[in-house]
């Protein structure tokens, strides 16, 4: 089974700095995706950001991009030149391809401070 | 929007009521699903519909019994729910069997059982 452990339940940046969001995961998989995703108040959740397992080169959108460690089962989501409306829960998720289900971390709470 | 509808909103039901959740996509995808947000926890996936078939039922007690009639719609019927069932409740869709299963939310439904 799957795990995914985002170890810092709240977060807090000035707007306009950078912040960096932590995701660790378990898996004997080799074929998988990786995801962040934004839950804003209005509570539909989004996608941010997607990671195929088997490129070495890190995802970036935009203000977003991941450090994607493999060897370490890590995942990090940095957000440069934080906006107000970046205010949201960050969930962190596993996809088995095989499976075809996602495994979802507890989330972070980022709150973009004025 | 996310092309994933849900309704109703807010639902407040006692433990002897009979409710239905619904959801509807129209991004034309074949897979649907049903989560559960819980506070302080991470989603938990409850079921899983590929091409209106159950795939997958994540030991999820009988008083929550979905029903998918097309690819389009999914529903959730809830009866003799108890108060720690209160949630919120989220649909999901994604196009399957393309192995990118990047995942649309809806806005959920925040069920409150007294």
């Known amino acids: 089974a799957q795990t995914v452990t985002q170890s810092q339940p709240e977060m807090s940046v000035q707007e306009a700095e950078t912040v960096t969001l932590s995701c660790t995961y378990d898996?004997?998989?080799?074929?998988?995706?990786l995801f962040w995703y934004k839950q804003p108040p209005s509570r539909q959740m989004i996608l941010v950001i997607r990671?195929?397992?088997?490129?070495?080169q890190n995802a970036t959108e935009n203000r977003f991009s991941v450090n994607f460690q493999k060897a370490a089962k890590s995942f990090s989501l940095k957000i440069s030149d934080s906006q107000l409306g970046d205010t949201a829960m960050y969930f962190c998720?596993?996809?088995?391809?095989?499976?075809?289900?996602?495994?979802f971390g507890d989330g972070t709470t980022l709150t973009v401070k004025p | 929007e996310t092309g994933v509808t849900q309704t109703p909103r807010h639902l407040v039901m006692g433990m002897t009521n009979k409710k239905s959740l619904k959801c509807e996509q129209h991004?034309?995808?074949?897979?649907m699903y049903w989560y559960k947000q819980s506070a302080k926890k991470p989603l938990e996936l409850m079921f899983v519909?590929?091409?209106?078939?159950?795939?997958e039922n994540n030991s999820v007690p009988s008083r929550f019994s979905p029903e998918c009639p097309n690819s389009s719609h999914l529903f959730l019927h809830l009866h003799t729910l108890q108060p720690e069932d209160s949630a919120l409740y989220l649909c999901?869709?994604?196009?399957?069997?393309?192995?990118?299963?990047?995942?649309?939310f809806g806005s959920g439904t925040q069920l409150s059982v007294l």
């Open positions: 898996t004997s998989e080799s074929n998988y995706y």
């Open positions: 990671q195929e397992a088997y490129k070495q």
């Open positions: 998720a596993f996809l088995n391809t095989n499976a075809g289900k996602s495994t």
């Open positions: 991004l034309g995808h074949n897979a």
């Open positions: 999901a869709s994604s196009p399957a069997g393309t192995g990118d299963e990047k995942l649309f």
């Open positions: 519909y590929n091409f209106k078939e159950q795939t």
